[in-house]
C-alpha cells in the first residue's frame, strides 16, 4: 500500500542566529511566532491552521554554509496571497526592509519573488494564478519568465 500524503506539515531551517532569524521571519516575512523550545528553536504559524508552518533551529555562528553544489533544499515557497497586488505590495515591504536583491519571476501558474534569509535560505513569494492552466496542462508548472512588478 502506498503512502497517501496530504499535505506538507512543516519546515524546519538551521540557522546561526536564533534571534537574527526570528526576527526576520516575524517582521519582514510576517509569520507568526508561537512557541519557543529550550532556546535553540522558534516555531511560526502562517495563518493559525496550523500548529506550526516553519521552525528555526540554531546550530551556532560559526556554522559552515552548505556549498552551492551542496545537496541540500533550494528554497521554501510561501503562497502570500492570491493577487498581483499581493505580490507588488510585499515587493515594496521587501525594499522598505532593505531586503535585496530580489529576483521576480513569471511561472505562468503563479507569479513569484525569490530573496534569501539571514543565512542564505533560499525563499520564494508567491501568487496563484488561474488553477485551470495547470490542471489542463500540468507542464506549464516547468515555466519561468521575466516578470515585471
Do not use: C
Not at 5 to 26: E, I, M
Not at 73 to 87: F, P
Amino acid at each position: 500500500m502506498a503512502i497517501n500524503v496530504r499535505g506538507v506539515g512543516h519546515v524546519v531551517l538551521k540557522v546561526r542566529d536564533l534571534d537574527r532569524s526570528a526576527q526576520f521571519y516575524r517582521e519582514v516575512i510576517g509569520l507568526k511566532e508561537v512557541a519557543r523550545y529550550r532556546g535553540r528553536m522558534v516555531f511560526f504559524s502562517a495563518t493559525g491552521a496550523n500548529h506550526h508552518d516553519l521552525a528555526l533551529l540554531e546550530v551556532g555562528k560559526h556554522a559552515a554554509a552548505p556549498a552551492d553544489d551542496a545537496v541540500g533544499l533550494y528554497h521554501v515557497a510561501l503562497k502570500i496571497g492570491d493577487r498581483i497586488e499581493d505580490l507588488r505590495a510585499a515587493k515594496a515591504h521587501l525594499e522598505a526592509h532593505g531586503i535585496t536583491p530580489l529576483r521576480l519571476a513569471d511561472h505562468r501558474v503563479s507569479k513569484s519573488i525569490y530573496l534569501t534569509d539571514p543565512d542564505g535560505h533560499g525563499l520564494e513569494l508567491f501568487v496563484d494564478t488561474d488553477p485551470a492552466i495547470w490542471r489542463e496542462n500540468p507542464a506549464a508548472v516547468a515555466t519561468v519568465a521575466p516578470l515585471e512588478l
